[in-house]
């Protein structure tokens, strides 16, 4: 378990996602939260890649700003739909157009993960196929007046007011909240096994 795993260490969440709060103290990890303030730039590289990362460089940021003890852990999450990766929408306007796309179509979400210590890191990714329901221009207005789009990658929430529109997901659903759960686990029991940490 998790929580029993990381007891000795100081770790440290590059993040201030409320989403991946939630999901570490949903698993008892004590921890404290540090921003990284890095660029995440859309590129045209493949998108596992880029998410990864981008997933490093935030958390090499936050462990250059420490102590070299603590355990640092980032992620990085993007929505792809045929080829195109949607970010986090700028303007109303582009979260209006990236939930239209997204309408009755399926699309793929990555997450892109970093576990680093003073000994070595390890970075992965998970990904899952989210499909959304047919919606109306009416429907995707009101969502957006929620101004829950406003911060998310492909813009929406799979955890809130979003949620309404999800007709199926084949994967982690923890992944599509931002960050894998079982992925994130399985690294961490890697770089002890080894000792990384």
Same mark, same amino acid.
């Given at each position: 378990?998790?929580?029993?795993?990381?007891?000795?260490?100081?770790?440290?969440?590059?993040?201030?996602?409320?989403?991946?709060?939630?999901?570490?103290?949903?698993?008892?990890?004590?921890?404290?939260?540090?921003?990284?303030?890095?660029?995440?730039?859309?590129?045209? !590289?493949?998108?596992?890649?880029?998410?990864?990362?981008?997933?490093?460089? +935030? =958390?090499? /940021?936050?462990?250059?700003? #420490?102590? &070299?003890?603590?355990?640092?852990?980032?992620?990085?999450?993007?929505?792809?739909?045929?080829?195109?990766?949607?970010?986090?929408?700028?303007?109303?306007?582009?979260?209006?157009?990236?939930?239209?796309?997204?309408?009755?179509?399926?699309?793929?979400?990555?997450?892109?993960?970093?576990?680093?210590?003073?000994?070595?890191?390890?970075?992965?990714?998970?990904?899952?196929?989210?499909?959304?329901?047919?919606?109306?221009?009416? !429907?995707?207005?009101?969502?957006?007046?929620?101004?829950?789009?406003?911060? +998310? =990658?492909? /813009?929406?929430?799979?955890? #809130?007011? &979003?949620?309404?529109?999800?007709?199926?997901?084949?994967?982690?659903?923890?992944?599509?909240?931002?960050?894998?759960?079982?992925?994130?686990?399985?690294?961490?029991?890697?770089?002890?096994?080894?000792?990384?940490?």
């Amino acid at each position: 378990m998790l929580d029993k795993i990381l007891n000795e260490y100081k770790v440290i969440l590059a993040s201030q996602s409320p989403r991946r709060r939630d999901i570490f103290d949903m698993l008892g990890i004590n921890y404290h939260t540090q921003s990284s303030n890095i660029a995440e730039p859309i590129t045209g !590289e493949d998108p596992a890649l880029q998410a990864m990362r981008n997933a490093r460089n +935030k =958390a090499e /940021a936050v462990f250059a700003t #420490g102590d &070299g003890q603590s355990v640092i852990v980032s992620a990085d999450t993007i929505v792809v739909l045929e080829g195109r990766i949607l970010g986090k929408p700028e303007s109303a306007e582009q979260a209006y157009g990236y939930l239209s796309d997204l309408r009755a179509n399926t699309h793929t979400v990555i997450t892109g993960i970093c576990m680093m210590g003073r000994k070595g890191q390890k970075c992965g990714y998970e990904q899952t196929q989210v499909s959304f329901a047919p919606l109306t221009d009416e !429907e995707i207005r009101d969502y957006i007046k929620t101004q829950e789009p406003a911060d +998310k =990658a492909g /813009a929406y929430g799979i955890q #809130g007011f &979003g949620s309404q529109f999800i007709t199926r997901i084949e994967g982690c659903y923890f992944n599509v909240m931002g960050f894998p759960v079982r992925r994130f686990y399985e690294i961490t029991k890697d770089l002890i096994a080894r000792g990384l940490l």
